[in-house]
């Protein structure tokens, strides 16, 4: 079926066989290639695909929020419809990346990792969205107001991470990736206020809702993570190296 795409209050709604509920400023441009070099068919189509699945995993952490404050269907549809977007876009690019990385260059071939590397931190980011998704729904008009304000609070946070790993993997921008680096510590924080709340409450010790507002509050925790490692990749294709197992500094003898 055809999608069709409808501007309303400045979003996008796009029709498929469930909506999609796109946040604002969703008009995906193509990246800048290192060097100036223009990437062949099948290298710029997987670069276009993993920028796409990077919008549609910050479409997600979108409709979290709606659902979560408004207990809409649609938002949930739209959360589901992402989810199966971002697993179709990590086979198809477990299908064309070994054939494609085979004719490039040691430079291309690093672009073309990187690729792989974001999809699975992207539709994992989908999956865990999707968790929370069904979690809320089973506790539609259940959550306490104060714990809702703390997961749309990180929602948002993981949003804005994701709309600055599209922003950086566009335009090569070291700064939106160090961004990320530095946000993701305000996500642990709220992460643990909450746990400490609920852990502090001895009424709640065992109260499922509880432990399900906690175990919401982990995956959106570990979708930082992963919005995180998006980020540290984003460095690596920048700098040439990468941030992450860095060799510890050792003291001088």
Do not use: W
């Not at 999707?130 to 008009?141: E, F, L, T």
């Not at 700064?175 to 709640?204: G, M, P, W, Y």
């Amino acid at each position: 079926m055809p999608r069709k795409a409808v501007r309303s209050s400045e979003l996008e709604v796009r029709t498929s066989a469930s909506p999609r509920v796109l946040s604002p400023k969703t008009k995906p441009k193509a990246a800048k290639n290192p060097r100036g070099q223009k990437p062949d068919g099948t290298q710029g189509e997987l670069m276009r695909m993993t920028l796409r699945a990077c919008l549609i995993a910050r479409d997600a952490t979108f409709n979290i929020q709606d659902l979560l404050t408004n207990s809409s269907r649609m938002a949930f549809l739209a959360i589901r419809d992402c989810e199966k977007e971002l697993d179709q876009i990590e086979r198809q690019i477990d299908e064309q990346l070994p054939g494609a990385i085979t004719r490039v260059n040691e430079r291309r071939a690093r672009q073309l990792l990187a690729c792989l590397k974001c999809i699975t931190d992207l539709e994992r980011i989908g999956d865990l969205v999707m968790g929370v998704a069904h979690r809320v729904q089973a506790r539609s008009g259940q959550l306490p107001g104060s714990d809702v304000r703390y997961l749309v609070q990180m929602s948002a946070i993981v949003h804005d991470m994701l709309e600055d790993i599209h922003r950086g993997f566009i335009s090569l921008d070291l700064e939106s990736a160090r961004k990320v680096l530095r946000t993701d510590a305000e996500l642990d924080h709220i992460c643990h206020a909450l746990f400490q709340k609920h852990l502090a409450d001895n009424a709640r010790e065992k109260d499922s809702l509880s432990f399900d507002v906690l175990l919401m509050a982990q995956a959106l925790e570990r979708s930082g993570d992963h919005a995180k490692n998006l980020a540290e990749e984003l460095y690596g294709l920048i700098e040439g190296h990468t941030l992450r197992h860095s060799p510890k500094r050792t003291r001088a003898q």
